[in-house]
Each structure stands twice: as C-alpha cells, then as structure tokens.
C-alpha cells in the first residue's frame, strides 16, 4: 500500500517536477499539495502555472492547495517533500516535524545544522541514522532529513568513488543551468550570449556541503571529511544540467584509468529511483554535455568524463540533472530511503 | 608615414577582424590580403563572406585578392599580418620570413619554438629581441612573432601582476565563446542549451605558452617560468568573449585586496592598440560578463573579479574578448611592437 | 511477423531518428543500414556520429553499413526509409524502386511529380493509390512515397481542419528550429542572439507542397488545391519545432471557436505512430511553444493556439516537431500506410 | 545653448538608453533624472542597476534621482524624456504637461488620444502641429508627444516608403528581441530553446498605431489610414533587434524593383539623430538579420530585404534596434523635432 505524501511548495518549479515524480511512483501517493496563502483554495490547475512538458496528471490537477502549514495538512500523510524557499522553510518545517511528519526538504537552510542528515542515499545512506538523534535532542515526532543543493550533488558521488585514494584538495568550476535559479530566477537579459562568475552562496554549498557528505557517522556523531574544496560557480545560457570540471588531488596515488574503474565501479542503491549504474563514465572528452546527457538513468544518473592526468593530481568533468538529481529526484530517493529504513 | 601591411588569410573570421582594425589604423595601410587559390584575382569583396556587422570598407572592397604565397605580395609591403590555419600557417609562414617580410602571425604553430618570440606587449615585450635569435639561427631577412592563444592571452595578464608574490600552480576553466572555433567552428546543434567540456588541444596550448609568455629572456635564451598550470576548457553558447576561473597558489602569501592593487595597477604598453587600463577590476562578484565587458577598452582591455581567498591560495575570474583581445588585436599590437622596435 | 527495413542514408540527422524509431517498432525490423561509400564495410557504431540522447541501440550498433546502392541491400528487405540529401535522393533512389523496393522517403526530390504521392496519412491517405499510376507509368516493382517538407508538415493539417470553409488565401511565416537544417546546417555564429530572415527553398515548398497535399485524387490523376499560400521562412536559435503563424481567408465564415472545434475534431489515423489527438488545440494564447509542446503525443501531434480574428480571415499559430512529425516520424507513418494498404 | 532635459524614469533599460543616447547629445543637458519614491535621494549610480556595455557618465553617475513629481524637477527644465511604465504614465504625465512641462513620451499610454501627436520624424512629422489642438483641448502650458510602440516603428516606415502604391491590407509576423520586454520582462525559462507566439498587447499596437501614423493630419483634425493590419507577434531568444516578415498588397501593381527603389529613396529627416539613410535596402535575401544589422545608423536606420512577389501583393522582411530606434532613440528624435519646430 503507497505512502500517502504531501508536497510543500506544490506550485514551484521544484514543487511541479516532484509532482511528475510522485504522480506514477508505486511506493507514494499524493495526498496534500500546499502553497502560499495566495494560492490556498484553489486548485492546483488554477494554482500552478504549470511549465512542464508534459500535462498536469489529471487526478493532481483537480486536488486542492491548501496553505503550508501543518493545521491544514491531513494527518494521515506520513511524508512531505519540501521544496520551500529556504526562507520560508526555515520558518514552517520545523513546525511539521514537531507535529509529527516526516520531512525530505531540497530547501537549504539547515543542512549543516548537527542532527539533520543530509544524504545523498547511494553515497551517505548510513548518514539516515542521525534522525535517532535528531529525535532525541529536538523532541520530534516527525523528522528532517535533507538532500543537498544540485551543484553538490553533482561532483559528490565522484569524489565518493575516489574516496580510498585519501581526496586532499579539490578544485571545482561549475557551469550550471538556469533553471537551477527557480523558473524566474535569472531573465534572458541577463543570460543570453552571456554567462555569470557567481551564484549567491553557492561556492560555500559546494565547500560545506561536501565536507559532511563525505564524513562519517558513528552512531552519534557526524565527522565532517578533510577535503578542502575550493569551488568557482557560473552560470550559463542552459535550461538543465549543470556540468563541472573537478581538479583533484588525492593522497595515494591514481591514474586515468584507476578513477574511471573507481567511478564506474561504484554501486548504486536499491532504491526504487536509483539508476542502475550510478556513474556513467565517457571514452569521448567532449561527453559528458548537458543536453546529451542529462537525461541518462531517467535523469539520476551521474556523467563523468575527460579524466586525465592534471599538473598535480587528477582532472575530469562531471555532470547531473540539476531538477532531477539535484533537486526534486534527490528528495523523492530520500523519502524511498525513509520508507526502506522505517522512518515512516 | 604608415607601414604597407598585408593580410594572409583574410577573408577567415580573424582576417575580417584584423582588416576592421588595420583599415583605421594610423601606422599601417592595407597594401595586400591573401586567401586561398580559389579566392586568387577576385575583389575581397566577392571572395569573402563578410559577417561583422559594419560593413567593408569601400577601399578594401574593391582590393584584389591573391594566392598565399610570398611570389604574389608586393614586395613594398613590410608587415604581414597572419592568420591561417595553422596547418597551412606551418607550410607557408617560414616561406614569407625567408622572402624577407616580418610576420606578426596568430597562427598557433611554432609558437612554442625556442627562437619564436611568442609576445603579448604589455607582458613579456622584451622577448621580442628574441628575433636577434631567430635570424641568426634561421638566415632569415624576415622575422616571425606570435602571439599566443585566445583562452592563453586572457589569463596571463592576470598572473604577470600577480609574479612578484611567485606563481606556484595555477588551476584555471575557461568558458569559451564559439567565435574562437572560427565562423563554421561550432555547429548550433551541438552548442544552444548545451556546453563542451573540451576544446582541440586548448588545455595544452594554456598550460605551455602561459610559461613561456612569463618566462625571462636574457638577450640570448628564452627560460620557461616554473608555474605550473592545469586548464579545462569548455565551449558555452556565447559569441564573443573568454571568461576564465582561476585557482592560483603563490609562493608568498597574497591577499585578495593585494591581489586586486597588483592588477589595477599592473601596467599597459604605451602603443596604439594598447587599452589605457589594461586590466579591469570589477568589485560586484557577477562582473565580468562577456556581454557586459569583452568590449572594455575597445576589445583590448582584460578585466577581472571575483577575487577571493581560496581553500589554498586565491581564486579570481578574468575576461578578454577573443577575437580583438585575443587574436586579431594581439597581432595588431605585435605589428606595433615590431614597428616601435625597430624591427620594420 | 515484422516487415524487414532498411534505412538509406543511416547515419545523417534524421537516418538516427530513423533508427531510434525503428528499432522498437513492432512492423519493422532494421534489416540494411546504407551510407556513403566511405562508410561501407564500417559498423554503425563506427560510421554514425551518433548525437542523440539515448545511446544506439545495440543491435544496430554492430550492424555493417553498405553503400547505398540497390546490390548492396539483401533482396528480402521489403521497405526502404529513405532521407539522403535530395541530390544523392534524386540519383539513386529510382534505381531502389526499380530493383523493385518500395521506398517511403523524406527526400525533397521528385515531390511535386504527377505520379509520385505525397502523403501525411491523416490528411491525405487516399492519395497512396497513385502507386497504381506510378507503376503502370515507370514500369516499377517497387515503389516511392513522399513525405513533405518539415515546415509544410506543421501547418498542413490545420488547413486541411479548415478545408471544408474553402480555403482562399493562407499567408504563413514560419519559426524554423536549427535542426531542420540537418547537425551541420546552421553555425553557432549564425545564429546565437540572431534569426535569419530565408531559408533556400523552403518558402517555395510550402506554397506548392501545400497544394498537392489538399489536392484530391480520383484514382487517376491528382488536382492540386486552389489555395494560394504566400510563405515566409525564419531560422530562429531554437533546437527543436518549427512554430509557425498563419493568417487564413475562407470562403465560408468561420469563427475562432468554430476553428478551434474543427481542429479538435479533425480525426487521426488508425497507425502505430499517429497520435490519439492528431491537433491539440491550447486557450492560452502563449502556447504552443516549442520546448514545451513539441514533444506532445510522442513528437507525432500538430498543436494549435492564438485563434483570433484577423483584419480579413483569421489568424492562428501552430508547431510540430520538425524531425519527429516533420521528417523521420513521417516516413516511418507513410511505412506504416504502404503495409495497411497492402503496398509491401 | 543646450536645453535642459530630465528623464522621467531614469533608472529602467529604457531610461539607462536615454541616459546614453543624452550624455553626448549636442542640443540637450541632463537636468533631471526621476524615478520612484525608493530612490529618490540617491545618487543615480546607486538607484540603477546599470547593466548597459559602457560605464554611466561620470556626471550622470553623481546626480541625484528625484522622485517621480512636477514639484521635484527643476522648472528650468524644458523637455521632459518619459520611458515609465504605462500605468505610471497614464497617472503622472498629464500632471508634468499641466506644470508646463514638455514631455517626449515613449510610454503606450494615450498613444491613440485623438490630440497626442504620435510621431515618427521622418514619417509624419507634420502631426507634430497637432500639438496646437492638445494645447487648446487641454488647456496645458507643457505638450505631449509620444513615439509609437517598437515593433511598430520598425515596419510603418517601410509602409510609408509603399503608400502611394495605396496600401490595403498588410499581414506582418514579428520576431522580437527579448530587450522588449524590459530587463527582466522576459525569464531565461521561457525563452532559451524557444519561442513565445504572443506579446501582450502587442498585436493590437501594430494594428492600430499603424494607422494613425500613416493618417493625414489637416490642421485640425487626423485621420486614420485606411490600411487594414494583421498581426502576429513573436518572442524569440534575440537580445536585441525586432525582425518582421511583412505581406502588403497594395491598390497599384507593385514590383519588387519598384517597392526597393521607394525604400531606399525614401528621405530622412534633418534633425540630429536621423541616420543618413532611413531604410537600407540588402539584395540579399538572408538580410536584414538582427544580429549583424541592428546597429546601422547607430541604430537609428531601418533595413529591409527579402523584398519578392507573394501570391497577392508583396512580401519583404524589416528590422530595427527596438530599445534604440524602437523606444530611447524615437523618444530622442521627436524631442529633436520638438526643439525644430519652436515647441521648446
């Protein structure tokens, strides 16, 4: 029988992908839909510009929207993805949790907060295992757990895959998509026959939020991983896919071929939204791109390619879905994660 | 009185550049352009397709084109601007040096060769003496300069303000333009929505000719600089204009604003082409963008932002457009540089 | 049992949408992959640049490519998709039908001839029979059909919705997508931040390809539709969908809503590949969009919007995928029609 | 001596353009620079976004920005320059005529007034008199003029370059420059690989604009044109530069030499922005394109090609720089008039 699931943030861009999701997934079921006030009430047609290319699932499209708040969400819904802005989930997720549901957020804020694990599931998946804190110290009945921002989990899973080598310093350059900014977050003025050296707090995301992907759990604690990173964010005229380069050094040494091995011999989780081959690794230097290979493992798959020798330490190129991978199919994973682990 | 200058490969994307900026040109006169055979004997008019966007200048319209070879140029003509494809550039260029003509060429090969002053004026300007070399060892009545590659002229400038804190390694991406492949160099297919995480041998031609354009020449022979570069070049769907991520370590410690005073700072040469400024720093984060700034200084200014401390070092964003910049205006500026020295 | 096909011309643009169509198809089974002579005796894997984003499919992957010459073929190949560039079409393919292959291709060539029918199953099936006159007339076994051009394809059906109004005058100025050119057709430099106000022929094509479909038969000979359609092509940087506004004078008066009804209503057909809803027709005024719409019922659906009254007529727009709907899906449906009518 | 000029709007594209436009302008000072209550008080380098290729004049960057007011602008000002929203132009423009201002206005509000001139120089600079009627009707000290809509500019002058043939009716398709919509009027969402077939109001604009510009104007009282327009308007991924592909069919036969040679001798006007040559005319077919030709003039010259016979009538395409010919540079130009004929 399907978990019956809520959507925080049902109207956003985020929010419409994981609706195209959770709509056919044979373990969720929606259930609740919740925006802004404004659009409380409403329909979700009526609610949702809808940008997708494919139609509004008929039975979704008919549900009403109700506020984000917990009052107004059925308590017989066990699990909520979250995709809120980070303001605004600072604000009202916790608030679900202490009334006893279980959250899967892509909204930022408190990743590296102590007890919320942020999980990647074919790379951290013990990492779920910090809710038992989380519970103990936060007095939740419900819980957070939270999947980190794209251009993260773009390179993470490499670096996971090269992580015997002993990973001690990585540079990395990101060239990401604009529909990584929200459907409005960056005007054609600003994108077209251009690109941008910046992204708000993205460099740090990429430097923090590695650090605590890659730690270790004991149980009790969260270790955070030695690995420096040093990240440089732009933005560039794509709609999806982000792609980056990755300079890396690592303590023993590794060649080419060692890392391409590593990567493509790095398991996948048995997770319903997990591709079968986590890590597809390219022959071809001009591949991985993001129109071409963006979509590969229903858009969960990670692309790597270009490895080659780099004057100290390694080089390569790697590339995710930015709304799949690293957004919206990151917190579904999480919730499949949830489920298997009884969370729920 | 102007120099007669001719152009070899002037009806290419770069020889269309270089006739916009020689026609004005207060030191030189346009006295001949060369193409291949099947443009021989027709006016430039009909033999190129002429795609900036001010239109040909009347007086070089009407001009007539002949075959690239030394027997076909006036031998009044002093200076000739190149820019072939380097496989032809490598048959033909030594062949115009050994007739007796300067040749201030764009074409990549040779650029490496001991005895090849590979020059960017504000730079490395002394190396070019290194023709005293080159004539001795080749018999000559010619010479050849070079001057580097686009994605190569847009970051050295930076590290040259940066040397006196010694250069150490230096991690840097580029974000090409698809000018740089030339007019028929990037097919839209494979570029709109989409990025290319390599380009030809650009990561090569970064990595060695950035230590030679900072090495010193002692009037006898030319020394590599020991900074150690990895490059990863990609290719973004932007017409004009180079931006590069740099990760530098130096040698003694170096703070972002130290870093930013070096480059205001650094000097320009004083020649006709050469920007007042020659390096731009911007303090908004987003700044450069190639749409906003890759016409600084009429095309010939880099400028520069972004400047942070880096998990080890610094990490800035630099720009130049690269067809002026970069290439056209780069040899331009090295004819002014021949002429200035003597060597015309 | 499946029909045994081959493709000719297998390695181009639309020979890869081809193949990734056949090859799951339930009527076919690739069975002759052809190409130029110097890819002959390679594997596909080795000849095809392949640039789609799902791999080759296996099978045909290791295929050996022939020249594409009718020995070459194994005789029991009964069906030809043919989509070579209309020069080499012109040459070769009445060599095909006359070794006695039936041919259903997207080749421009030989269009407009009196006994060669040019076919979009849902408007004009009956028109196939003009084979019977093909044949008495060329003395052939085999066979040839035609599919239009892409951007005749997308407004075509709308039209023949409208027909029973009498069509008078239709103006249409088209939105072309950069594949339509075919991978090498249209450069980076020509079209990024730009449109291109012609394209070589295609105005012609949809004036009198427009004509021929709306035309009737009677079992003998075809009479062209007295329409008159002026036509104005665009290339605009858009990778996928021709868009195409249309202005329409009927004989009959004909209201938006009435438009939009018959649009609706206009039946599809009962092939593998035809869409359920052969026109989806939007109320908002802002669709159809290519990147969101032109993936509508498998890449094979018209869609329709804007309806309004015009200063004489009506006005509306309408978009097809130029490579599905508008190339190899079109080939593969007119496959579809030869082997329900009994042609194979 | 100059005449003291403000700009009403100061701080949007539009207004930046002006800012551009005025700086070096001969005949005017910038005197005034408005915008809305949240910046009044600052300098103008700290209320605008500045997002113009060319740094803000040095004097302009140190000015201080008023708010929106009669009260707030210098009464020493003469000539107003309004590129505000529409709404906000409707509310507070009639109060600056009523305080004696003089407003060259490029907002759509009262374009269609039976006593607002609306002007294109070197089209029916003579309905600038229509001013005397305003002035009478209103009781105003100050005047309003206004410039039509950009899309509108860019094909009425062609038009006019026809109308002794006798226009009737005309169809004509936009491809508009996402610059059109204001700086962030357009996100990059909607618009990369992609096209948007409706523009607000758009359509209606140049239905209707159209005929009042090309109406006749006695003294007293103006009359439409009889032309009938139809329009249908397009979004496309361009920065700048409105293309559109024009079918006219006028009461005289009409070749395409003839309807070139009227374009081309079509005369300018005498004031200081009117290029040389109002309508260049390319033989070309593949011309104008937005990208290479929407600078001609400075921006200020209309081009035209494509010029052929259509089914009933002409067809041809045109193009002009819709932020400057279309909106900054139009309202520029009638200020020009305004000073020309005495109503400074």
């Known amino acids: 029988m399907a978990v019956r699931v809520g959507v925080l943030g049902a109207t956003g861009a985020v929010g419409q992908r994981l609706i195209q999701l959770l709509d056919p997934h044979p373990e969720f079921e929606i259930a609740a839909l919740t925006a802004s006030e404004s659009s409380a009430g409403k329909t979700y047609r009526q609610a949702a510009k809808w940008r ?124 990401q998509a604009v529909s990584g900014a929200g459907y409005d977050g960056v005007t054609s003025m600003e994108i077209i026959d251009n690109a941008i050296p910046h992204i708000g707090s993205e460099e740090d995301k990429l430097e923090t939020e590695s650090k605590k992907l890659l730690g270790s759990f004991d149980g009790a604690e969260l270790t955070l991983n030695d690995v420096e990173v040093g990240a440089s964010c732009n933005r560039i005229p794509t709609i999806d896919g982000h792609l980056e380069n990755v300079f890396v050094e690592t303590a023993e040494e590794l060649s080419p071929a060692e890392a391409a091995e590593a990567m493509r011999e790095y398991p996948s989780a048995d997770l319903h939204s997990s591709p079968d081959q986590l890590i597809e690794v390219f022959e071809d230097p001009e591949r991985p791109q993001p129109r071409l290979d963006r979509t590969l493992g229903n858009g969960m798959s990670i692309s790597a390619g270009g490895i080659r020798e780099s004057t100290f330490g390694l080089q390569y190129n790697c590339l995710a879905h930015n709304t799949m991978r690293g957004a919206a199919g990151a917190s579904v994973l999480n919730g499949e994660l949830l489920l298997e682990n009884g969370y729920l």
């Open 52 to 175: 997708a290319n494919s139609p509004i699932p008929d039975d979704v499209a008919s549900m009403t929207v109700s506020a984000t708040d917990p009052d107004e969400v059925p308590s017989d819904v066990d699990l909520l993805f979250s995709s809120l802005p980070s303001s605004v989930g600072e604000t009202v997720e916790p608030g679900f949790c202490e009334a006893g549901y279980v959250v899967s957020s892509n909204s930022s804020n408190g990743r590296m907060d102590d007890d919320i694990p942020l999980v990647i599931p074919e790379v951290n998946a013990d990492h779920i295992d910090l809710l038992e804190v989380q519970r103990d110290e936060r007095g939740w009945d419900g819980a957070m757990v939270k999947n980190p921002n794209c251009s993260t989990i773009t390179f993470v899973p490499t670096l996971a895959a090269l992580e015997e080598y002993g990973l001690e310093t990585v540079h990395v350059a990101t060239l």
